[in-house]
């Protein structure tokens, strides 16, 4: 069985399709139910795939902040949960050699940061002072997120793009320089959020995958001219 035809990814394509279309019709509190099987359908994909036990660990604290940031009065609790799922896929990309890519392509982590830093100057003036202390802490780690994901792969690194387009609106909404109630940006922020997780999470898993293939003397932190595909792979 290949990884895309795996009955968890199966049943996560069913789940977004789901909720995207409860999320429109703004079905309470089935839409919130079905956001909170996103994340864990994930990671019994990565489990069955043998992914990495920090991408699972990631995921679960995604599900944790899904779920806080459903309930009253826990949009903190639900901004922490997901800054450490956060912490955890930069600790797996810098030990993927993300550092070393960075610094042979500095212009990666400028661009995140200049989009950090215009995402909080813009919507600085509309937040409430109890999210103020933490909206820099948690856009750094947005930021570490991006520019780790797409010095170490592709496919990841369109994961953390999104992931930062997605919370950005949320900002960008808590700040009331856009309606945070309206149909259009809940489905933009949830779409984005849901594209991005996954192909994180692909992205991770193929990668870790073709590591794997290498054999044991391949150093998955030094970038090749044959990386991500081996001259002897057969199409």
Not at 57 to 75: N, S, T
Not at 128 to 146: F, N, Q, R
């Amino acid at each position: 069985m290949t990884a895309m035809k795996s009955p968890w990814i199966i049943a996560f394509g069913v789940v977004t399709v789901v909720h995207l279309v409860l999320n429109g019709a703004e079905a309470d509190p089935w839409d919130s139910i079905s956001k909170c099987l996103l994340a864990p359908l994930l990671v019994g994909w990565v489990v069955e795939q043998k992914g990495p036990r920090l991408l699972a660990l990631a995921l679960v604290f995604c599900f944790f902040g899904d779920l806080f940031l459903e309930l009253d009065d826990l949009f903190i609790v639900g901004m922490a949960a997901f800054a450490l799922g956060h912490i955890c896929f930069i600790r797996f990309f810098v030990s993927r050699g993300a550092v070393g890519q960075l610094k042979r392509k500095p212009w990666i982590l400028a661009v995140y940061i200049a989009a950090g830093i215009a995402m909080i100057v813009y919507g600085w003036s509309g937040l409430e002072d109890g999210l103020k202390p933490v909206v820099p802490i948690y856009a750094a780690l947005l930021v570490g997120t991006g520019a780790t994901s797409l010095a170490t792969d592709v496919r990841a690194g369109i994961g953390g793009l999104l992931f930062l387009i997605s919370d950005g609106l949320i900002l960008l909404g808590e700040a009331d320089k856009i309606d945070k109630d309206a149909t259009w940006t809940g489905l933009a922020i949830m779409a984005t959020y849901i594209a991005a997780i996954f192909f994180l999470t692909s992205g991770i898993l193929n990668r870790e995958k073709v590591t794997l293939a290498a054999g044991p003397g391949f150093d998955p932190t030094v970038r090749t001219d044959c990386w991500p595909v081996f001259p002897d792979a057969k199409a």
